[in-house]
Every structure is written in C-alpha cells, then in structure tokens.
C-alpha cells in the first residue's frame, strides 16, 4: 500500500468527547519499564533519547485510516534504530482488534474506540489478560468522494446518503437520489465489515454500526477504494481524508449537509466543528505487556513525541492539544 505524500496541515484541533471519553475509560494501564526522555525541539514535548542497540521485532495491524500515519513513524523510527523491524498492515480497525485482543500483535491502530462491552473486543482482550492504552493521535474528516468526470455532485444531504448506503435501501440509480441526478447506476465502493470507518459512518449515517446494504464494492485497502472511484464517473465511496488529499487530481469530496448547509470536509470545518457527523478521533492502541519491551516502549514513546509532524504530512489534522497531553501522560504513568 503506497503511503501519501508530506502534505502540511495547519490545524488547532478540536475537542471530541468521544476521544476523551476513549482515552479515559476502557484501558488498563499497569506498569512497565521504562524509557529515557529528553524534550523535542519542534513541539517542546518528551521525546525520547537515543538508546543504544535496540534490537527486536515490533507487529502493528488494524485502520487503514491511521496505517499512513503509523507507516511513516515507523519508516523514520526505524532509520535511527536499525537493529529493530516494525511491521504495519492493515486488516481494519476491527480485524486488527481480533489479533491484538488474540496477542499476535503489540499495537492495533483504530478509527474508532475499542468495544469495551462484555461482548466486544474488550472483553476479549480481557480473557486473554492483554491490558491496554487507549491513546489519541489525531483527527479525520471522514470523507465522501466521487471521480473527478461526475459533474452532477457536489453535495449530499445525510438523508440521502442513508438512502444510498442502509441496509434497507433499493437505491440503484443515480435518480433514486435525487430527482435533478441523471438515471444512471450508482456504483458503491466503501470499507469492509472489519473496518472502523465502517463502523463509524454506518453509525452515523445509517443509524446503527454495521447497518449497511452489502451489494458494494468492499476493500480494506483505501487506495483499491480510491481506484474504484476514480475510474468510474458513476462510483462514489467514502474513506479517510489523507487519501481524498493525495488523490484530488482522480477524486473530488463532496460535501455534506446535515441540517446547517453544505459544508466540505476540510481542516478549517472540522477544527470549527461545522463538519458533522462525520469528523471523528483516530486512536493507537499498545499492548501495556509489549510496553516492558525496550524496543516498542522507546517506539511508541517516539511516536507520541513526533505524531503531529506525521499527521501534518499525511494530510490529517492534528489532534486538540489536551488530548496529544492526556495520551502522553497516560503512555508516561505506564512506562514508570
């Protein structure tokens, strides 16, 4: 999977009680060893000192929301730590909990908070004794797109975007739509059943999580989604907004009413909250277990300290700096 470009950002960030709420509840933290610090010169935080022969193995799986973000700590961490592998892939949000909560992995990235109920991914992180931070890292306009070649959408109401994607919808044509749309086939393309994007927008869109129609196109891969898109004029997807930002020469976002006007999804709206339902928290979940390995200790600790430089060249936008505290403080009482 091909990683997007730097891409700057600016961005203030914005409060979203369902990242506090994450990153307050559900995790366990216990001790574990422990990591030298010093303080970044670019964002005057706890970053992490040089430490000498790190060697091991660390294995990441889940969002390919947050994959490009933790695909490019991973490339710069491993430049100056060359003796340890750190691995990142993309099973979704949900398919990476399964190997996370299963111990096959140290970190899951996620699109959406763990399940924490009795029934969900908590509990089967709980049956196998793996406890667990729950950090945030950085925001996503969740998008909606089409190809360039349509001329006919610039902007959906939720209504009809429920229209489109619920699992009771008939809709096959354009006109299903909208009445002014042309009669021509609506062709979905969107995120598998493990995918916390899924989750999230068939939770807010359609009313309950995994409420969807099944005749679509799924793919875990955003940049397969972005393909799909972009070479039909009748195709329209929905997916994280690094990749709406690295591929506008082949797709356009449209925007979204929901209820206050046409609003794009962009770094401004959603720092100024007029983007919604569909601006939403991005997480990192390590294992407190790995967290005595020297190597993935001084790996997340990296990533805490640099995460807003990745997010900004990734094309996300940068988490409310009081969450990016409450994670670093959290990751620090774990690493006493």
């Known amino acids: 999977m091909t990683t997007p470009p730097s891409k ?99 970190l899951n990235d996620a699109s959406r908070p763990i399940k924490a109920d009795d029934a969900g991914e908590g509990a089967a992180c709980k049956a196998k004794a793996i406890d667990y931070l729950a950090l945030g890292i950085a925001t996503d306009a969740l998008s909606v797109v089409v190809s360039t070649d349509n001329a006919f959408v610039t902007c959906l109401t939720t209504a009809q975007l429920k229209t489109m994607w619920d699992q009771a919808s008939t809709a096959k044509s354009w006109q299903d739509i909208d009445p002014s749309f042309p009669d021509e086939p609506l062709k979905l393309f969107g995120p598998g059943p493990d995918s916390g994007t899924f989750d999230y927008f068939t939770e807010v869109i359609n009313g309950k999580a995994k409420q969807s129609r099944s005749d679509y196109t799924p793919s875990e891969d955003d940049n397969a989604l972005v393909s799909g898109v972009a070479g039909d004029k009748d195709a329209l997807g929905y997916f994280g907004f690094a990749y709406v930002e690295e591929n506008r020469d082949k797709i356009k976002p449209v925007s979204i009413d929901s209820g206050g006007g046409c609003i794009e999804p962009s770094s401004d709206n959603v720092n100024n909250g007029t983007y919604k339902p569909l601006a939403r928290p991005l997480f990192i979940y390590p294992s407190v277990t790995a967290l005595r390995r020297p190597e993935f200790a001084a790996f997340v600790q990296y990533y805490l300290d640099n995460v807003n430089t990745y997010v900004d060249e990734t094309g996300y936008i940068e988490a409310q700096p009081d969450i990016l505290a409450r994670s670093r403080a959290d990751l620090a009482a774990a690493l006493r």
């Open 8 to 106: 700057r950002v600016v961005a203030l960030g914005i409060l979203i009680s369902l990242a506090a709420a994450a990153c307050s509840g559900g995790a366990t933290q216990s001790p574990a060893g422990s990591a030298a610090t010093g303080t970044s010169p670019s964002t005057g935080a706890p970053a992490s000192a040089p430490v000498a022969n790190l060697t091991g193995t660390v294995n990441i799986d889940g969002s390919s929301t947050v994959y490009p973000i933790t695909e490019a700590v991973a490339e710069e961490f491993q430049k100056a730590n060359s003796g340890v592998n750190v691995t990142v892939a993309f099973a979704g949000t949900g398919g990476g909990f399964k190997k996370f909560c299963n111990g096959e992995t140290d």
